[in-house]
T-cell receptor, first 114, second 113 residues
Framework: DVKVTQSSRYLVKRTGEKVFLECVQD?????MFWYRQDPGLGLRLIYF???????EKGDIPEGYSVSREKKERFSLILESASTNQTSMYLC?????????????FGSGTRLTVV | KQEVTQIPAALSVPEGENLVLNCSFT??????LQWFRQDPGKGLTSLLL?????REQTSGRLNASLDKSSGRSTLYIAASQPGDSATYLC????????????FGEGTQLTVNP
């Protein structure tokens, strides 16, 4: 069964910590995405990548960075965690062929910053 | 800018009822539309993908239709069960949006035993 795997289901971090959220896919997808989901705000795109070492800013990149050193792995980095980054983080991947294929999402990481 | 709207925002039905969830989008230039299910505190599970050239897709008790020209999609759930209780999201990939998905706000479905 094809999968997008997020390394942690729940994380609790302290304000100011550097936080790494990891995502791995086994479908040989070119595209990978990081979203955050908040009540009343829906899903918002943080960053995406369409190839190794390539990245594009989404709608809310401030306070985040990403790394894609290998095709199957896409990391989201919170350089200095703040309480307003408490959220559900969702990773997704897809083929470059947008016409014929959809997205696959991971199970999410619930991050709490205290 | 593409906007996706889902109606109703919440729906509560008795078990066994057939139901329809609605999704509308403002820009009909899309590659495909995808329906997802999300259980509380979990990620998104893909239910159905409809390519822009297709009119409908079926999977078990689920049937999704697409009317691209009018900017509408429906998700039909037959013989609903309590296990169908979840939030249902539709999302589109536009022809000019790169690989970005544009999501609706979702419909929260409760099926009562």
């Amino acid at each position: 069964d094809v999968k997008v795997t997020q390394s942690s289901r729940y994380l609790v971090k302290r304000t100011g910590e550097k936080v790494f959220l990891e995502c791995v896919q086994d479908m040989d997808h070119e595209n990978m995405f990081w979203y955050r989901q908040d009540p009343g705000l829906g899903l918002r795109l943080i960053y995406f990548s369409y190839d190794v070492k390539m990245k594009e800013k989404g709608d809310i990149p401030e306070g985040y960075s990403v790394s894609r050193e290998k095709k199957e792995r896409f990391s989201l980095i919170l350089e200095s965690a703040s309480t307003n980054q408490t959220s559900m983080y969702l990773c997704a991947s897809s083929f470059m062929d947008r016409r014929n294929y959809g997205y696959t999402f991971g199970s999410g990481t619930r991050l709490t910053v205290v | 800018k593409q906007e996706v709207t889902q109606i109703p925002a919440a729906l509560s039905v008795p078990e066994g009822e057939n139901l329809v969830l609605n999704c509308s989008f403002t820009d009909s230039a899309i590659y495909n539309l995808q329906w997802f299910r999300q259980d509380p505190g979990k990620g998104l599970t893909s239910l159905l993908l409809i390519q822009s050239s297709q009119r409908e897709q079926t999977s078990g008790r689920l049937n999704a239709s697409l009317d691209k020209s009018s900017g509408r999609s429906t998700l039909y759930i037959a013989a609903s069960q309590p296990g169908d209780s979840a939030t249902y999201l539709c999302a589109v990939i536009g022809e000019t949006s790169g690989s970005r998905l544009t999501f609706g706000e979702g419909t929260q479905l409760t099926v009562n035993p």
